[in-house]
Every structure is written in structure tokens, then in C-alpha cells.
């Protein structure tokens, strides 16, 4: 009995917030970050039918689906937890198209997305610890259902700019892009990258969602070798990021420090230190030098690092830079624009390259001119690299 009187208190004052439309205190009410959640009165199992004769469709989905969610995480259910707040969300879709030309409870839609992807989450641990599901599989369907939401809102176009649930889209976008990184689903993210391009808005979103959008949008560009776009995106991210979100700026420095290195630029010791990246110091210096031995021993000494942030294919590449910067100084010691390939051969020998022989040094070579990195050609005939007097090595940011 206490329960339902506690129950029928909670709906009637949620229901008062709703109806004010603009009561910020309605979010919290469907948040699980909010104090209600500890209240064990509205912990129910099976809260449909009281709900039901409180309240009208689709809102009584919302609350049942909410009170369950509460219930399945007080038992430590995440799987239960997940599907109530699937429910959830796909009641917030509906209730959205019900209110034509409004956006106000775009809050709300907020608070439960991000609710369901932290939940898909947990769920995906828990299954995928006990064989029950595939890793991933959970976090896919959970994006199927923050679909709906986000055709609601790209399909809200007769409503004013003011008005249009359009201003959902990048929040939207940003909690797929974080389950399409998890899943590894980078394609996906494309027809996402397009709608928002084509809003005229959208460079007048919340500063915090346009940094989280730069940073995953860097990151694909990144992964799609389009170095210039990730340099731009993610310098975006870095500049603007709080100076006192400090993880934050040493999230972004992970993935912007290697595309700074393969454009030419390289950290400076001082902002390693400051963001507790020493792991990269090693890899620094080694480019810097020109010397692919000691490139190649920091990625080996901090594989587990690299490989857990995904970048270690990406440093790789960096070999291709200290080639580059190893053969310049060759060409600034002998000061001619002609040299033999022995010559490079034997800077390769004194950085303690093993295993190189002369042929593989002309492949060296002939891929560093393929790919702008050299200005010049091999004359096979004379074993020489003929270099252009006209920047022989170019700024590796026109490569």
C-alpha cells in the first residue's frame, strides 16, 4: 500500500514538471544520476499495470519502462536493466512525434539515451562474460534504438530553427559515434557525418558537443588516412577543450599527437610531461633523429599502450618519417644533388638497421618519391638518386 501511495505521489509530480515543459526537473526525474533512484519504494518489478491506470500512453511506457530500469539495477541486472531502458527510449520517440513543432523535451531525450548506451554497455559485459552474446551485439541493437530517436528529429523539418528537434541531432550523433567506435562500425558513421553537414546550424551547437563531435569525426579521418581533415578536427577539439578537463585534453593528444608527427610537427617534451604521455617520448625522439631502430623499439616497449588506443598502425607509418628525416640529413652532409644509393644504405647501417640490403634501400627510396616525400627519381644505370634542386624534400604537410 505504501508503495502504491509513494508510486502515485512520484507520477503525479513528475507528470506536473512535464506539463510545465521547460521544468528542467522533469530530466532529472528520468535520470539515473538523480537521488529518486535510491528510493527502494520505487523499485518494482512489474510497475505496467499501476502505471498504466495513472497514466496515458506512451508516457505510461516511459515510467514503467524507468521504475523497472531502477528495480534491475538494484538486483544487479544489467541485461533487464538494458531492455526496460530500450523501452524507454522508444516511448521518448513516440512521445516526441505527438508534440509537432516543439522541442522542449529534447532534455529529456538527452538523459535517456545517454542512460540506455551506458546500460547497453554493462549489459554487453555481462553477456558476453557469461556466452550469452557476442561482444558488441548488445551496443548495435542498442544504436538501432537511438535511431529512432534521431529520425524524429532530421525528419523535424517544417518547424522553425528555433523550434526544430533538429538541435538534437549532433547530441544524437555523438552517443552513435561513441557505440560505432566501440563496435568498430567506423562506416557508419558516414550518412551521421552528412546530416549534420547539412544543417546550417550547426556550427551553433553547445560548445561540449561540438568538441566531442570534432574529436570522433578527427578520429575517423584519421583512420581514413586523411591526415589534414584529423589535424583540423581534433587541433578543434584540443584548443577548446576546458584547460581543466586535463583527461579530456590527454584523450585527444593520444590520436592528435601521431597526425601532428606524420604532418611534419613534433611534440615538445614539456607537453608530454603535462599530460603524463611519456610513452611517446621514445617515438618522438627516434623520428626526430631519423632513427627507424629506436622508432621501432618504443612501439615494441609500449605495444600494450599503442595497441589498446588503436594508434599502433598509425605510429608505424612514422617509420616512413625518420626515413624521411634520416636520407635529408644525408642530403645536407654531402650537399649534392646526385648520391649514390650506398650512401643511403650506409646511414641506414650506422642507425643500426638490421636486415636491409641494397635493393630494399632503392624500395625505400622509390616508395618515399612515390609519395611526395622525396622530389627527384633513381637512375638504376649509375645505382644514384637523382634529387631535384628545388626542394628535394618537401614540408611533409604537402605530402
Not at 506539463?19 to 520505487?42: G, I, Q, W, Y
Not at 591526415?227 to 578537463?245: E, K, L, N, V
Not at 654531402?334 to 640490403?357: C, G, P, R, T, Y
Amino acid at each position: 500500500m505504501m508503495k502504491s501511495l509513494f508510486l502515485e505521489g512520484f507520477i503525479s509530480g513528475n507528470q506536473n514538471t512535464l506539463c510545465s515543459e521547460k521544468d528542467t526537473r522533469a530530466t532529472a526525474l528520468a535520470s539515473f544520476r538523480d537521488p529518486h533512484v535510491m528510493n527502494f519504494r520505487l523499485h518494482l518489478e512489474k510497475p505496467e499495470r499501476q502505471v498504466e491506470n495513472m497514466v496515458d500512453p506512451p508516457l505510461d511506457e516511459i515510467y514503467a519502462g524507468h521504475l523497472r530500469a531502477m528495480w534491475a539495477i538494484s538486483n544487479s541486472d544489467r541485461v533487464e536493466a538494458w531492455k526496460s531502458q530500450t523501452v524507454v527510449v522508444q516511448a521518448v520517440a513516440k512521445f516526441m512525434t505527438e508534440y509537432k513543432e516543439e522541442n522542449w523535451m529534447l532534455p529529456l531525450m538527452y538523459t535517456c539515451c545517454l542512460d540506455l548506451r551506458l546500460f547497453a554497455m554493462a549489459a554487453d559485459q555481462q553477456m558476453t562474460k557469461l556466452g550469452t552474446s557476442k561482444p558488441g551485439e548488445t551496443l548495435e541493437k542498442a544504436a538501432e534504438t537511438l535511431m529512432a530517436c534521431f529520425r524524429v528529429c532530421a525528419t523535424d523539418t517544417r518547424a522553425s530553427e528555433e523550434l526544430t528537434k533538429r538541435w538534437g541531432l549532433l547530441y544524437l550523433v555523438n552517443q552513435l559515434f561513441k557505440i560505432y567506435f566501440k563496435i568498430n562500425k567506423l562506416n557508419l558513421m558516414k550518412p551521421m557525418i552528412r546530416a549534420i553537414d547539412a544543417l546550417q546550424f550547426r556550427d551553433r551547437y553547445p560548445l561540449s558537443q561540438l568538441i566531442t563531435y570534432k574529436y570522433y569525426t578527427g578520429r575517423k579521418a584519421m583512420f581514413d588516412s586523411d591526415y589534414q581533415g584529423a589535424d583540423s578536427s581534433m587541433t578543434f577539439a584540443f584548443q577548446r577543450c576546458h584547460i581543466r578537463s586535463r583527461k579530456n585534453k590527454r584523450r585527444i593528444l593520444i590520436y592528435l599527437i601521431p597526425v601532428k608527427m606524420l604532418l611534419g610537427f613534433l611534440p615538445k617534451p614539456t607537453l608530454l610531461k603535462r599530460y603524463n604521455l611519456d610513452e611517446f617520448r621514445d617515438v618522438v625522439n627516434g623520428v626526430r633523429q631519423g632513427n627507424v631502430r629506436a622508432v621501432s623499439e618504443a612501439l615494441v616497449k609500449h605495444e600494450r599502450f599503442f595497441i589498446g588506443a588503436g594508434i599502433y598502425l598509425i605510429l608505424e607509418k612514422l617509420k616512413t618519417v625518420a626515413y624521411r628525416n634520416l636520407f635529408r640529413k644525408v642530403f645536407l652532409i654531402k650537399n649534392n644533388h646526385q648520391i649514390e644509393i650506398a650512401v643511403f644504405l650506409q646511414s641506414l647501417k650506422w642507425m643500426k638497421v638490421e636486415d636491409v640490403d641494397h635493393d630494399e634501400t632503392e624500395c625505400i627510396l622509390a616508395n618515399m618519391i612515390h609519395d611526395g616525400r622525396i622530389k627527384g627519381y633513381i637512375s638504376h644505370a649509375h645505382s644514384k638518386v637523382v634529387l631535384s634542386k628545388k626542394e628535394a624534400f618537401p614540408a611533409l604537410t604537402s605530402c
